[in-house]
Antibody
Framework: DVQLVQSGAEVKRPGESLRISCTAS????????IGWVRQMPGKGLQWMGI????????RYSPSFEGQVTISADKSTSTVYLQWSRLKASDTATYYC???????????????WGQGTLVIVSS | EIVMTQSPATLSVSPGERATLSCRAS??????LAWYQQKPGQAPRLLIH???TRATGVPVRFSGSGSGTEFTLTISSLQSEDFAVYYC??????????FGGGTKVDIK
């Protein structure tokens, strides 16, 4: 079965850095885009960006460009989401999800990781 | 950017009744639309892709329809496990891939 397992919850201070992870299994890691989606408390889903682990091509939503960095490690089938300086407004649950695609064009998200709760508070 | 608008924001339905959820795109997206279900404390789950194709394991009471800018998710007879939030997502034009704001289906 295709499975995405995310790292555990984090509590950080504003200004700190953070990297959360998403480890894939059950399929060829380099053959599908993986994306990150933010869900702020009580709110809807926001697409942040995606990466193609085969060549590390990365695309960001304009809302998140420059705010986060997405990377991938083919040796461990892991995708990362990283912040250099967290803000209180980064408090949210972050989901990774594999994208089903057609000739490299990303389509829908399936499956999803279990989510990583990030709390940023002084 | 294609904006996805879902209505209503909340739908109150009795168990066994039919639920009809709407999703509208700001421009034509053909049938490049997916629907997801999210239960409290859980990750979203794919229900429908290509506007009307059920994902593996999704019960037949869930059906999707529409093309262009107007889409509908119908739950023919609501079961207790169907009370959740439902999101639509377009993949016709990217970046960005965009989600609707969600429709919460709760118990009447």
């Amino acid at each position: 079965d295709v499975q995405l397992v995310q790292s555990g919850a984090e509590v950080k201070r504003p200004g700190e850095s953070l990297r959360i992870s998403c480890t894939a299994s059950g399929y060829r890691f380099t053959s599908n885009w993986i994306g990150w989606v933010r869900q702020m408390p009580g709110k809807g889903l926001q697409w942040m960006g995606i990466i193609y682990p085969g060549d590390s091509e990365t695309r960001y939503s304009p809302s998140f460009e420059g705010q986060v960095t997405i990377s991938a490690d083919k040796s461990t089938s892991t995708v990362y989401l990283q912040w250099s300086r967290l803000k209180a407004s980064d408090t949210a649950t972050y989901y990774c999800a594999r994208l089903v695609d057609n000739w490299g064009v990303p389509y829908w998200f399936d499956p999803w990781g279990q989510g990583t709760l990030v709390i940023v508070s002084s | 950017e294609i904006v996805m608008t879902q209505s209503p924001a909340t739908l109150s339905v009795s168990p066994g009744e039919r639920a009809t959820l709407s999703c509208r795109a700001s421009q034509s997206i053909s049938d490049n639309l997916a629907w997801y279900q999210q239960k409290p404390g859980q990750a979203p789950r794919l229900l429908i892709h290509s506007a009307s194709t059920r994902a593996t394991g999704v019960p037949v009471r869930f059906s999707g329809s529409g093309s262009g800018t107007e889409f509908t998710l119908t739950i023919s007879s609501l079961q207790s496990e169907d009370f959740a939030v439902y999101y639509c997502q377009q993949y016709s034009s990217w970046p960005p891939l965009t989600f609707g704001g969600g429709t919460k289906v709760d118990i009447k």
